[in-house]
């Protein structure tokens, strides 16, 4: 059974940033792909990051070039760095497994609010 915890979540002032990081128990965590996924009020959960077993990774277009996804297969554990935070990234962010492009395992969630 995977379990994945979220942490490093909080309010931050729009330009700042936060690193969030989640931690999976369970084996063959250097094998799987990962992806931070966010969830704002009203609105689908959408993928916000992802990075394979390889280390290659993939961005949404809203994020790129403010936010980097990085893993460290020893720790089994994967972290969302978050620079240029802005009011419209607030939203509730989960940690998942991925089977290809599927999640399967979801973690419990980090609120991230962006206010000045």
């Known amino acids: 059974q995977v379990q994945l915890v979220e942490s490093g979540g909080g309010l931050v002032q729009p330009g700042g940033s936060l690193r969030l990081s989640c931690e999976a128990s369970?084996?063959?965590?250097?094998?799987?792909?990962m992806g931070w996924y966010r969830q704002a009020p009203g609105k689908q959960r959408e993928l916000v990051a992802r990075?394979?077993?390889?280390?290659?990774?993939n961005y949404a277009g809203s994020v790129k070039g403010r936010f980097t996804i990085s893993r460290d297969n020893a720790k089994s554990t994967v972290w969302l760095q978050m620079d240029s935070l802005k009011p419209e990234d607030t939203a509730v962010y989960y940690c998942a497994r991925l089977f290809g492009a599927t999640p399967m395992n979801w973690g419990q969630g980090t609120q991230v609010t962006g206010s000045s």
């Open positions: 369970g084996s063959a965590f250097s094998i799987i792909g």
């Open positions: 990075i394979n077993n390889d280390g290659s990774t």
